[in-house]
């Protein structure tokens, strides 16, 4: 897997990967810890009880959960980081991974992330009330650190520039996908953001780090399953940046390395 990077922005990357207690203490027992993109399943056991599906359609069953009273709606879509506990299948007895295929593991939830998800808006939609809407969506420069696909989702990890912790400014963003364009041509997305506050890369001012994922299965023709995406955004230095990639929907990996994401980039670079 590749990842496109800002060097100034990596520290808050390594941040965000141990967003979770995960030190030794608690992946010394099963190994190292996974993180991966996955929505919350709400058991029947109790109420506050949850399973978590990977964007790849494995079933993660939480048999170890070190952050007990953490509060999920079913479906919510989570950034998840666990320990998959060996040789055992789900409800007890072990597991024999040579002659059944893995649908689904027991684990250790060592902590969780809830993140933002949206439906991609159509150009179309913005274009019948044009004045409005776009002023509504915004046009505010941002930077992003990473994207990438998973599953029928676009994930952004993002930074904006804010004026300090006593001016926290709110932040809405949307893609925005051309329905206008050709079929036949790449889909084009733009990220579009808007500030309630001053932006700028200008003396004292910090940078603010989030996630979001945008559901962009609409960009895919009636029974298709790839299609090419140009990906925009608008940049601080007043520009346009664009970058692009291969959405292939459901197309990702079943696990995902220690200090990286279960999933597909988007910029091969």
Known sequence: ????????????????????????????????????????????????????????????????????????????????????IPDQAPGGGSFDSSTSPIKSYNVQLNGIEKILTKRALTESFILADEQHRNDSIGNDAIIITDAWFTGKYINIHFAVWEW????????????VYDDTLPAGEAARLTLRHKSTGPGGISGGQILRYGDVSFDISAILPEGGTEREVELRWQNYSGTVSTDTGTFRLNATSDSAPKGSFNATSLVEK
Request: include cysteine.
């Open 164 to 175: 300090g912790e006593a001016f926290e400014n709110s932040h809405f963003l949307n893609m």
């Open 1 to 84: 897997m590749k990842n496109f990077k800002f060097p100034i922005l990596l520290s808050a990357m390594l941040a965000l990967i141990a967003f979770a207690s995960c030190s030794d203490t608690h992946n010394s027992e099963w190994g190292d810890y996974l993180i991966s993109y996955g929505t919350v399943v709400k058991t029947e056991r109790t109420a506050d009880n949850f399973d978590i599906k990977r964007d790849d359609g494995v079933l993660l069953h939480i048999s170890s959960n070190l952050i007990p009273n953490v509060q999920l709606d079913d479906q919510q879509r989570v950034l998840v980081n666990y320990t998959i």
